[in-house]
């Protein structure tokens, strides 16, 4: 088998906000449920209000080393906003606000939770707990403080404060493959391998992007679009401006967000690591942006990475 490109670049990273939530449930159904209506349309800061995530799954079921609050099949979720977004800190909690009154209270058996006990935080279950109309109470459950809503299917309980803090966006793997099926493939191949470090998403739909956008674009009210010189089909059309090389027919893409570089930097070595045997192969790469976008690099090749 031919041995895989490992291109000598780096992703170039940027700093977030970001709140880890544990999300609990009944069982991993309804779980799913909750997760994939919360972390709805989250795949882009571009035009999303956040990006996020799947973490991993916790408790029964899951990694049973951690243990949640209710010993009920639990799910740590990443919520991420730039930090170069104004009123960063009013973004993130109307993220929260709006994300688990309507997606995890509204989904049967839940139950919600913060992760991060910092100096930063917002009252965000006060203020779902409105939703009770007078008839929500403060009290301590699993011995934590809570809300706790009745509804009609039962009751819901929320921690009272949620933590937040800083995080990385970007760190990304390009995927230069002979034909689609083996682009999707590798994709596959490398989320599977970042899943396996604890404290990173992914946060496109099943962790992968079709379509990796450059800043700016040909029409003046957009501010990002398709990354025309890594377009295949573009390559003739393009000549010289192409950066497609030859026997290359689709580009992959995913998207790293973590709790800092060091854990994304792990997780990048070991997307590459289950990655890079896939048939069809030809080169791994990222993008970057010369410094202009994040300060933080993580280098594809371990020897590169400043230590």
């Known amino acids: 088998m031919p041995t ?4 000598d670049t780096y992703a170039e990273a940027f700093r977030s906000i970001y709140a880890e939530v544990l999300i609990t449930a009944r069982d991993r159904r309804w779980l799913d449920h909750a997760i994939n209506a919360a972390t709805g349309n989250a795949s882009s800061s571009i035009l999303c209000d956040c990006e996020a995530g799947l973490d991993r799954y916790v408790g029964p079921g899951g990694d049973e080393s951690f243990a949640t609050p209710d010993s009920r099949p639990g799910a740590i979720v990443q919520f991420h906003v730039p930090r170069f977004k104004k009123d960063r800190e009013a973004v993130l909690e109307k993220v929260l606000l709006a994300r688990l009154s309507q997606n995890v209270l509204t989904c049967p058996t839940t139950a919600c939770f913060s992760l991060q006990d910092t100096e930063s935080y917002f009252k965000l279950g006060r203020k779902i707990a409105l939703f009770g109309d007078g008839h929500q109470f403060r009290d301590m459950r699993f011995g934590r ?3 706790v809503l ?4 039962g009751e819901f309980v929320i921690d009272r404060r949620f933590g937040f803090r800083d995080g990385l966006m970007g760190g990304n793997l390009w995927f230069f493959s002979e034909s689609v099926d083996a682009a999707v493939e590798a994709a596959e191949r490398s989320v599977v391998g970042a ?3 604890p404290g990173v998403i992914l946060p496109f739909p099943g962790g992968v992007a079709s379509s990796g956008s450059k800043a700016g674009s040909a029409y003046s009210f957009l501010f990002a679009s398709t990354n025309h ?6 390559r003739e059309k393009l000549g010289d401006v192409s ?7 689709s580009i992959s893409e995913i998207i790293i967000n973590g709790y800092d570089l060091d854990t994304v930097a792990r997780a990048t070595q070991a997307a590459i690591e289950a990655a890079k045997d896939t048939p069809g192969l030809i080169r791994i790469s990222a993008g970057n942006y010369g410094g202009r976008l994040g300060k933080n690099f993580i280098y594809l090749r371990p020897e590169s990475q400043p230590r």
């Open 145 to 147: 403080k809570v809300w």
């Open 150 to 153: 009745p509804i009609m299917m």
């Open 229 to 234: 010189p890594f377009c295949p089909t573009l």
């Open 243 to 249: 950066r497609v090389p030859p026997g290359v027919n």
């Open 4 to 7: 895989v490109e490992i291109e």
């Open 195 to 197: 899943q396996s470090v």
